[in-house]
């Protein structure tokens, strides 16, 4: 269902209109009036972004100091209007250099006017991207004095760029060295029991593309999932050799991806746009490779004194390393002095946020550091409360590893005109919540 929307208010947080424009004949003018009086006056304004006053719908969201109104009088889609309008601030800060506020709506208005023109026809969305608007849409806007400058703009060539395959990319890039950077980023969240059981473990990871390549590309990444491999191996007719698998789960592609193909191959095949982006998403649930176990042992001696002593085993190979690794070990309220001995990295109290934290600035793999410390506490005189113990949280980075298992097995780039390409393929796994249980 569409947004089908009758007009689009900018007011300020006074409910001044910045800006308007009416696509349908629909609503009468003083609907701008009825949101002012009987939304932005009461208390009901942070409550629901959807409100219903006589036979229209208002749909708002405030950005910055700015309030944009959608009013349709049918029903709508609310999930697109937003979506719309977050796109729209995109495109509006890509424009003024990254700023949007009431200033920016002030000093660029004509600009505004032409846009709102060309992203909405008769109340339904249209193209939003950046890339194919500023092509023909050339105005330069008033940017923020904090902003980059402006950087060249290509010939305009908007037919092509609107009604082809490839929105995303414009013809005629040209680059002395072609270059592919991919990164595979991911984050380990766990919740681990005293006794050292996983409660609850899974991966989160995005790949990121960097290409600054020439021509129009067309690329073909083998990734060492399950699906695919088997995908692999029925098309050749002979069992696949590449080692571990692995199941990715809720994959998202970016709108580059040829769907069609990696639905019929189970391959990831796209023409990538220019600059950097975010290739895919997904999630790995099972046969996750923890960097870290973590092995705590606290003992409370009377209603005065503590003894901690906590080992972290780094379980990923002798040769990789972490970087910036963080161990914080909660510590009751009432810790007055606190004593350290460590076999690697430095420790302190910190008494604000109630914990030992330990610090490593270079980890290395297959190594196990421990933590020994004495703590006091002050004794008070009302009845103790007990201590619920707060899990041991990590942070750490850990290049070249990852949780998941997954691999980059080719990356491969054709184009008419047969340029040599240099890939470039690092992998980073970082710590999401990574809980210990003490």
Not at 18 to 43: E, H, P
Not at 179 to 191: A, M, P, Y
Request: charged share 25%; hydrophobic share 40%.
């Amino acid at each position: 269902m569409p947004v089908a929307a009758s007009a689009i208010y900018f007011l300020n947080l006074r409910g001044d209109v910045l800006i308007n424009r009416l696509y349908r004949d629909d609503v009468g003018g003083n609907m701008v009036d009825a949101f002012r009086m009987q939304i932005m006056q009461t208390k009901e304004l942070g409550t629901c972004p959807v409100r219903q006053i006589g036979g229209c719908s208002f749909l708002y969201m405030r950005i910055s100091n700015v309030y944009i109104v959608i009013v349709v009088s049918s029903n709508a889609n609310a999930a697109c209007a937003f979506k719309f309008v977050v796109e729209a601030v995109s495109l509006f800060k890509s424009y003024f250099g990254g700023a949007f506020d009431e200033d920016a709506i002030r000093n660029n208005f004509v600009l505004i006017y032409e846009l709102l023109d060309e992203i909405m026809d008769f109340g339904y969305p249209q193209n939003l991207s950046p890339e194919i608007l500023k092509l023909y849409i050339t105005q330069e806007g008033v940017r923020s004095p904090f902003s980059s400058k402006a950087v060249d703009r290509p010939v305009p060539n908007a037919t092509l760029q609107v009604t082809g395959a490839v929105g995303w990319r414009r013809e005629g890039l040209v680059y002395k060295k072609n270059e592919v950077f991919l990164d595979i980023v991911e984050s380990v969240n766990l919740l681990m029991s005293s006794k050292g059981s996983v409660l609850r473990c899974d991966v989160t990871g995005k790949i990121l593309m960097k290409c600054f390549l020439s021509g129009m590309p067309d690329l073909k990444l083998g990734l060492n999932d399950k699906i695919g491999l088997e995908k692999e191996s029925q098309l050749k007719a002979r069992p696949s050799k590449s080692g571990k698998t692995i199941e990715l789960d809720d994959v998202t592609f970016h709108q580059c991806v040829n769907l069609t193909r990696f639905n019929s191959e189970k391959t990831v095949s796209f023409v990538p746009p220019d600059g950097e982006f975010e290739l895919m998403k997904y999630r790995i649930t099972e046969g996750v490779n923890l960097p870290f176990r973590v092995l705590p042992t606290i003992k409370e001696l009377g209603r005065t004194r503590m003894e901690v002593n906590v080992k972290v085993k780094s379980v990923f190979g002798a040769k990789m390393f972490a970087l910036g690794v963080v161990i914080k070990i909660p510590v009751p309220k009432q810790t007055a002095k606190t004593n350290f001995q460590v076999t690697s990295g430095k420790a302190k109290y910190n008494p604000s946020i109630d914990c030992l934290v330990w610090k490593i600035r270079k980890f290395p793999g297959q190594t196990e550091p421990t933590l020994s410390a004495e703590v006091e506490l002050i004794s008070t005189i009302a009845e103790k409360k007990s201590w619920t113990r707060p899990p041991i949280q990590m942070e750490f980075q850990v290049p070249m590893f990852t949780a998941s298992g997954l691999r980059v097995r080719f990356l491969k780039v054709w184009e008419k005109s047969g340029y040599n390409t240099v890939e470039w393929v690092r992998y980073i796994t970082k710590a999401g919540s990574y809980e210990i249980r003490c």
